[in-house]
Nanobody, 121 residues
């Protein structure tokens, strides 16, 4: 059974940093795209970042967030710097099996339960 478990969320002041981690179990995803989406209350789920052979970022986080992975640990990370109040959301880890579209949530197969990130002004 595949499980994705996120950690590292919390409360931080604007301008601060957080590092999210997502540990996968149940199978190895070294050849699959792993990524992060986020969802704020009353808003649609938004693409944040993805990594496969390259990296991809949503426009709102480019230059501030960095995605990375450790295939030996079956883990993906999201380093978030220069956080803004508008980054407040639940952040979800996800894995895409096959396909080529990194930006749509409908293309992803497995999802974590989410971790809350709150940025105070």
């Amino acid at each position: 059974q595949v499980q994705l478990v996120e950690s590292g969320g919390g409360l931080v002041q604007a301008g601060g940093s957080l590092r999210l981690s997502c540990a996968a179990s149940g199978r190895t995803f070294s050849r699959d795209a792993m990524g992060w989406f986020r969802q704020a209350p009353g808003k649609e789920r938004e693409f944040v970042a993805a990594i496969n052979w390259s990296v991809y970022y949503g426009d709102s986080v480019k230059g501030r967030f960095t995605i990375s992975r450790d295939n030996a640990k079956n883990t993906v990370y999201l380093q978030m710097n220069k956080l803004k109040p508008e980054d407040t959301a639940t952040y979800y880890c996800t894995v895409r099996i096959g396909g080529s579209n990194y930006y749509s949530s409908t293309n992803y197969t497995y999802w974590g339960q989410g971790t809350q990130v709150t940025v105070s002004s």
